[in-house]
């Protein structure tokens, strides 16, 4: 059951560079769409979300832009810092799911270098 | 800020035994959640409770899962007769509403089941 997924098991970005993290979903009738952060030991942390009638979405330093025809969005954190270094998880919800279900996808560990 | 908490943190039981994990939510969150994770793979929905009752299930969730809020501040998830492969980590999270609203988790417990 592969409806959301990450591509990317792992990405690393100097210091002050942009990360863009990226995630594909199958099922069309998602129409909420999330990111977690997850450190070490600790749960997954809501970063940010988006609605499927919005294209952007953004809060400080990061920005997610969802693109419904080809079923992709990103995660843009800019300037990325070495706190950011963590396991981002892209998580979908709604329709045909259910909200009470939220997919997660397999993560992308993102390394922020100084 | 308002936290999940989950005791306990680490749980070591032998295969056939009854575990219980328990999760104290938000206090105000009417919406509640148990997910798992296994050793490098996806987060996965397990169960959610709404209203005293189970509104959404996995088939990971079969019938040696159990839910129950015993009281109003507890919610806990009962593994009737561990098996090897329950061994993960398991977190619990919480909504104020349905829709719309990101997931906000615990730090997880780990089992372990030898």
């Known amino acids: 059951d592969q409806q959301v997924k990450q591509n990317s098991p792992s990405l690393s970005v100097q210091e002050g560079r942009i990360s863009i993290l990226n995630c594909d979903y199958t099922n069309s009738m998602f129409d909420y769409f999330l990111w977690y952060k997850k450190y070490p030991a600790e749960g997954p942390t809501f970063l940010i979300s988006?609605?499927?009638?919005?294209d952007k979405n953004e809060d400080g330093r990061f920005t997610v832009f969802l693109n419904k025809s080809a079923k992709h969005l990103s995660l843009h954190i800019v300037p990325s810092q070495p706190g950011d270094s963590a396991v981002y998880f892209c998580?979908?919800?709604?329709?045909?799911?259910?909200?009470?279900?939220?997919?997660f996808g397999p993560g992308t560990s993102l390394s922020v270098i100084p | 800020e308002p936290e999940v908490t989950q005791t306990p943190s680490h749980q070591v039981t032998q295969m056939g035994q009854e575990v219980i994990l328990r999760c104290v939510p938000i206090?105000?969150?009417?919406?509640f959640y148990w997910y798992r994770q296994i050793l490098g793979q996806k987060v996965e929905f397990l169960v959610s409770?709404?209203?005293?009752?189970?509104?959404?299930k996995s088939e990971i969730f079969d019938d040696q899962f159990s839910v129950e809020r015993p009281d109003g501040s507890n919610f806990t998830l009962k593994i009737r007769s561990t098996k090897l492969e329950d061994s993960a980590m398991y977190f619990c999270?919480?909504?104020?509403?349905?829709?719309?609203?990101?997931?906000?988790f615990g730090n997880g417990t780990r089992l372990t089941v030898t």
């Open positions: 206090s105000n969150h009417l919406y």
């Open positions: 409770f709404y209203n005293n009752e189970i509104s959404e």
């Open positions: 998580a979908a919800s709604g329709g045909k799911t259910s909200y009470d279900k939220v997919i």
């Open positions: 988006i609605s499927s009638i919005k």
């Open positions: 999270a919480s909504t104020p509403d349905r829709v719309g609203s990101p997931l906000h």
